[in-house]
Structure formats: structure tokens, C-alpha cells
């Protein structure tokens, strides 16, 4: 086999593994962007756990289609972006959908992968206003606490009560 085909079956090997290994991939179009917006995206999704990459949409969509995701194909057409997220499955989603705001910004969010399931751009946005999943766990803490020291109190009072009668 000729060596420009082998490199390329490792690449989509390769793919394949990143996208069945993440928490959550996104795919995005980043047409417009300069280089140093761009730069500055990845540097800001790298500091959350997620590595940007592009590939060409052949590579991209035969390795989405390995790793059994063949309704994600579709978005990997023209300039795409992938985003992939290794554990936190809102980060990528978050931090992509509040660049979408700003002013003179080319980010066009179009699917997902998250938890082995193709989300597209509604349930991507509904996803990124969700907290992380540290703060889900300090919340669930704090709301757990709460309740234990509520019943502590009142084990104390009932405790008292029986010690006056």
C-alpha cells in the first residue's frame, strides 16, 4: 500500500480513538476568525481540559463514522473544527457559546458528541448555560450539609427535651 494512504488510516485510527475516548466532542466552524482569535480560543479551551483540532473532513468524517456516530457526519463539512473535552462534558459547549456573543465573532457552533449521544445546536446551547460539574458536586454538597445539619439541630433539641422531662 502506498505510504500516503497508511499515514492516512492512522489518522483516522487515531481520530476514532480521541472521539470514542472523550467526555464530549464539538464540532465548529471558525471561518473569519484571525489567527490570533483562534489561537486565543484554543488557549482558553486548552485551560479547561479541551483540545481543539482540525482535520480534513475526510479523516474527521470516516473516523466519526468508525466510532458508530454517523448522524455527526453531516456537520463535518467546509472549514470544521472539533473540540474534544475529557471529562468535563460543559466546557466545550460553555465556552464556545459564550464567544458567540461577542462582537465581530466568526464561531458557528453545529453538533456534538456528548456521553455517546449526537446532540445538535438547541440541546449544545441548553447544555452550555448548565454549571460545570464541580460546581453540580459543591452544590450537591452544600444542599446535603444542609439537611444533616438541620437534623443534627433537631436530634439536639429532641435530645434536650428528653433530658428535661
Do not use: C, H
Amino acid at each position: 500500500m502506498k505510504e500516503s494512504i497508511l499515514k492516512k488510516q492512522e489518522a483516522v485510527t487515531a481520530v476514532t480513538e480521541r472521539i470514542k475516548n472523550s467526555a464530549a466532542v464539538v464540532a465548529f466552524k471558525y471561518q473569519g476568525l484571525t489567527v490570533a482569535k483562534f489561537q486565543e480560543l484554543r488557549k482558553e479551551l486548552r485551560a479547561q481540559g479541551v483540545l481543539v483540532s482540525v482535520y480534513k473532513n475526510n479523516i474527521s468524517t470516516r473516523a466519526a463514522k468508525e466510532a458508530g456516530f454517523e448522524e455527526f457526519t453531516d456537520a463535518l463539512k467546509g472549514p470544521v473544527a472539533l473540540a474534544f473535552a475529557e471529562s468535563d462534558v460543559v466546557a466545550p459547549a460553555k465556552i464556545l457559546f459564550s464567544k458567540l456573543g461577542e462582537e465581530n465573532n466568526k464561531i458557528e457552533v453545529l453538533k456534538g458528541i456528548v456521553d455517546g449521544d449526537v446532540y445538535g445546536f438547541d440541546q449544545l446551547k441548553a447544555l452550555s448555560v448548565l454549571p460545570s460539574y464541580e460546581t453540580l458536586l459543591t452544590q450537591l454538597a452544600f444542599g446535603l450539609l444542609g439537611s444533616v445539619n438541620q437534623l443534627a439541630i433537631g436530634l439536639n433539641l429532641l435530645a434536650e427535651k428528653k433530658e428535661n422531662e
